[in-house]
């Protein structure tokens, strides 16, 4: 697990967060990434059970890591127990 992997993390330790609001906290914690770099990595973390989708916009019909400009902003993720583990909380 990358640093950039453990940062993503921790957006989500309080509560559920919407990609944006990954993207804003990256931002502040002055890592720079494309939203591309960003998708890739959360759809990794949902791949590696660490994330979850909390709330999905498409209704199910759209992979989160095939989704557009139109949904992507709207999926909302938590973290799993697993997750937490790798965060030690």
Do not use: A, C
Request: glycine letters at 6%; zero cysteines; proline letters at 1%.
């Amino acid at each position: 697990m990358t640093d950039l992997d453990k940062m993503i993390l921790r957006t989500f330790i309080d509560e559920e967060n919407t990609f944006f609001q990954v993207e804003n906290y990256l931002n502040y914690k002055g890592i720079t990434q494309t939203r591309e770099q960003i998708k890739s990595r959360l759809g990794t973390l949902l791949d590696m059970g660490l994330v979850k989708l909390f709330d999905d916009p498409s209704g199910g019909k759209v992979n989160f890591k095939d989704s557009n400009d139109e949904f992507e902003e709207d999926y909302w993720f938590v973290l799993t127990e697993e997750g937490k583990s790798h965060l030690n909380v």
